[in-house]
Structures are given as structure tokens and as C-alpha cells.
């Protein structure tokens, strides 16, 4: 016959047992809840970053080229351009930024030349790009993968020597 003792000691090793599954599906919900907030984190950012990126790579252009009236939006072959004209040389250039096939896309060509929609150089994909210039302000917005994003850039206009 068992004694007192030995129950005792099946009752504790169970316990024990089962206070340790316990633990491990304590530890092992809260490992799988970390890796879905890390990911859903992670993919956040990302799309921020694209959109941020898009936006201001746009915004770099415009201010290194804001001259007075040499930006302009135009509709070439049926799609929206932002218009950035240069001189170098006594030789005008346009610089296009514009979307095409989900692609930000960026074409360097001289005036003489034709525009060229499938000839630019691809930047980045995003969704949508829509862009205005009202007064002296130009307004961008797109989006990347559904989340939208936009930016208003002032622009100089008109002659400032005077």
C-alpha cells in the first residue's frame, strides 16, 4: 500500500508539470504576438518610407531647379508631367517626372527632342500621382500600396532681380 508521502510526490511532479506547459504557452504566445507586431511594424514603415521617399525626391528636384516660371504641369501623350525647364549652354533642357506603368519615372531630354513617355528613367513604383500648381504653390499627391500621401512645395515666381 502507498503512503501518504508518495501521493504527495505524484501530485507535486503534475503540478510542477503542469505549471511548465503553462509557462511555454505563455512564452510561445508572447514570442508569436512580438513577431506580428514587429512585422506589422516593419511593413509600416516601409510603405512610409516609399511614400516619404517619392515625395521627396520630387521636392529636391523642384528646389534645385526653381529658376522663376521654368516649372509648369503639362499633359503629354495623355499623361500628367511636371514640367522643369533648364538652360546649360544656350541650350534649353526639360526635365519630366511623371507616372507611367506604376512607375515615377524621370526623363532628361533637350527642348529639339520629342517627349517620350516609355523613355524615361524608371524611379520608383508607386500607385497614383497627381499634381497642381495653383498660384505659386505646387501640390503633390500620391500614394503606395492604398496609403496616400501629400506635400506642397512654394514655388518663385516671376523675374527676382528686380
Known sequence: MKSQNE???TIDILFVLALFCVFTLSALA????GSRVYSSTVDTMDINFHNHV???YITEKVHQNDDGNNIEIQIK???EVLSIHKTYNSKTYTTYIYLYDNQLKELFISDEESFQK???ENIMQIDSLSMKINQNLLSISLSINNKSHESYISLMKGDLSS
Open 77 to 79: 501623350d495623355n499623361i
Open 7 to 9: 501521493k504527495q510526490h
Open 54 to 56: 517619392a515625395i521627396d
Open 30 to 33: 508572447v514570442v508569436y504576438i
Open 118 to 120: 516609355d523613355a524615361g
